[in-house]
DNA sequence: TCCTAGCGTGCAAACGATTGCAACCGATCG
DNA sequence: CGATCGGTTGCAATCGTTTGCACGCTAGGA
């Protein structure tokens, strides 16, 4: 900046105000001095700028795991949107792991103007401690007070499972859960047993995870349970269901339904076609940025977003014939 | 930091000195120091400090798409290796676009000490400007000179497939192909080519895309072609068109078989299973930031990395026993 | 002709840390 | 007893920007 100055035969001040644009300065000496930093190959430091002007334009974001689709979709809408507002994304992975999502959090933090928990695997009393930072918080699927929050309406989503599965004939449904610290895997028990009593059908619940391996080996499990409908935790656990079942001869759906939640891009090409629920995952994360830049303008936390799921029928549900067995 | 100063009864460098672990520092200063700061809830900021110290401790990194498995596991192990060292990841993700990937790169680099371009979808020009930047760059999945480089070793994972299907008996093989800006498209049909010469085998080619979408649109194509098996540029390609030979009464291997490049989860659970190279994703991140750390230690660049996949056989690949046609 | 706006510009102080250098201390040595 | 030295500490400059304030200049009105 100072050569720039010099070889324009300026000030720095008059620099910077001629390159960002200032009102108060003249037409022909914003001309030159633009030539000039163009013809030196001036690029100004943002780091610098940024260190000077305060609160960094980044926005920290934790995933469990960068691998999951939903949350890399979240991510891409997030990113977008942030992007749009001048924002950058400093993206950490917990692992699925609470203590080192509240390590993450601290550590971003020092980078960030504000800060989005994606799926916040954090305790109770971790989520307190990264409310408690000087940066707002929005958390993307877990309700939480004085914080930004956007969220699947799961509610909606296991009454519309549920309801598909009862229109079909079932009356006995297994829950294949999810991660123990996943907020939402506690949704989703809490909703189903809750729809479950009001329709008037038998739920059962078996624990699961979340990848395609803690699906197929829930195989025997589900089995073993007198359900002839499966909801499970994500689709991919069950894909990795609806394998175990092909390699056991059992026919899906014919003996059994499966169902999920999420509708991933691949949900559409497992064997059967999965029946499940489809979210705008890119919302979601645009949603966070929304909220976040209404707080950020000074405006106290909008109320939560939810967004309601839609039911995307496929073939891996439909009416029980047959008891599942092993052949 | 001067507020802590004062309460400990010393001067701002006393108190930088203290917290820094510097060694011409009395201990029971350094402990006193230590207390007061706790007690006042002191955090160095860390974005004023890596301003002072010089470049920045982010390696900035850019993907095509981060709903990919592949790039999402490159970016796991490129995220534990740097946060190992100290350094974080400023993601960007370009929508397999060159000239947004141009745009983030100008971007990321003023908040970054280092480049990594992941699967780089960059024009020839456009690598050059990348390079001429002032900060290391490292590709990974493009060899380029100049730079770091590390990648899959398309030469010995294009024979695998090739001499697996041959020795299926296959003499005319499809490949279905990625995007026209992928640099390891180019290098699949280069080294699938060259091979096929060798091994005497027909290769024919169409285009496809990165997708399961693409895959399943690309399945009219391949019936035309006159081929017994088919490779796709990876496993979604692969799984789409799976799903459409299944829609369209094609039976998979026994009619036509399938394989693939990556291995990615959910290749396993498809049906039937795809036949894929696996590769170590996550290593590839690993190893770019050993090269970057290499680099940055002052040395040249080393050498290239090039990881040699390796076959998984399942399912999707087998002996042809019948012309594939609709029924 | 002089005074006063008002516009354009430069000076210098910040932002929050690190660090070379000088100064100070007590102790040891000659 | 004074010089020296090692061990600590503080002063002030610095990183690359932005910006409040003061100043100078020009033009227009009285």
Not at 95 to 104: C, H, I, S, T, V
Not at 236 to 263: K, R
Not at 294 to 303: E, H, N, T, V, Y
Request: net charge neutral; with cysteine; hydrophobic share 40%.
């Amino acid at each position: 900046m100072i050569d720039v100055a010099r070889e324009a035969g300026t000030s720095v001040s008059t620099v910077s105000r001629a390159l960002n644009g200032s009102d108060l300065i003249s037409p022909e000496v914003v001309a030159h001095v633009r030539a000039v930093a163009g013809q030196l190959g001036y690029r100004a430091d943002k780091r610098a700028q940024e260190f000077k002007l305060g609160r960094p334009l980044t926005v920290g974001v934790t995933v469990p795991d960068l691998a999951n689709p939903f949350f890399s979709e979240v991510l891409k809408g997030l990113n977008a949107a942030a992007r749009a507002g001048g924002y950058r994304l400093l993206i950490g992975e917990s692992g699925e792991d609470p203590a080192e999502e509240l390590r993450l959090v601290d550590e971003l933090v020092d980078y960030s103007g504000a800060l989005v928990l994606c799926s916040s695997r954090l305790t109770r009393a971790g989520l307190e401690k990264a409310l408690a930072l000087p940066v707002p918080v929005v958390c993307i699927n877990r309700t939480v007070k004085n914080a930004g929050v956007v969220a699947i309406d799961y509610r909606a989503a296991s009454r519309l499972l549920l309801e598909h599965l009862t229109g079909l004939g079932h009356r006995r449904v297994l829950y294949v859960g999810g991660p123990a610290s996943s907020w939402s895997d506690g949704e989703r028990r809490r909703t189903l047993r809750r729809t479950a009593r009001a329709l008037d059908v038998t739920l059962d619940e078996v624990d699961g995870g979340w990848s395609g391996n803690h699906g197929y080996d829930a195989g025997p499990a589900v089995l073993h349970s007198r359900a002839t409908a499966v909801i499970t935790f994500n689709d991919l656990v069950g894909i990795g269901l609806l394998s175990w079942m092909y390699d056991n001869g059992v026919e899906v759906p014919s003996e059994l339904s499966v169902a999920s939640y999420d509708d991933i891009p691949i949900a559409a090409y497992s064997r059967p076609p999965l029946t499940s629920l489809r979210n705008e995952r890119a919302r979601l994360g645009e949603l966070a940025w929304q909220q976040l830049t209404k707080r950020l303008g000074g405006d106290d936390w909008p109320a939560p977003d939810l967004l309601t799921p839609e039911l995307v029928v496929r073939a891996s549900t439909g009416t029980a014939r047959r008891r599942a067995r092993i052949r």
